[in-house]
């Protein structure tokens, strides 16, 4: 199993931060891999909203369902989804730290079939790429959440 745990502070309110994490449509903006995204469930983002993301895959796009487990606005994002290649859990947890927030992105992978034996590859990749989308993240977010 692949697990990731990283942390950034955003010049932004917490609940701000959420509401744009929550905006499944922006992640291609700054998450690597993400080509496309949608919510495929209508209105507010809650547990039980249910979405689709085209991820880079290395022979090719992947088509990943996921579904929203935990939505406590401004504390808690988690997501949880499934690609014929494995699972995936991810969180966004979010604290007050001064004027901004405090964001942890903590995510577990597990490949599944012959996707196992890529394992290390993809983990070695997934911790390389993991500081540069936070940082595109922030980017992002104090780009586009007014101060």
Known sequence: MIQLDESIEVARPPDAVY???????RYPDWLPGVSAAEQ????PVEPGTTFRLQL?????????NGMVVSAERARRLAVRGEAPQGRVEGAFDLE???SGTRLRVAVQIELSGMYRFAEGVVAGELRRSMPDALARAR???E???PA
Not at 19 to 25: C, K, S
Not at 57 to 64: E, K, S
């Open 56 to 64: 880079a895959g290395p022979t090719g796009p992947i088509q990943a």
């Open 143 to 145: 780009d586009e959440i």
């Open 96 to 98: 007050a730290a001064g």
């Open 19 to 25: 509401d744009a994490l929550a905006a499944v449509e």
């Open 40 to 43: 495929l469930s209508s209105g």
């Open 139 to 141: 980017t992002r977010l």
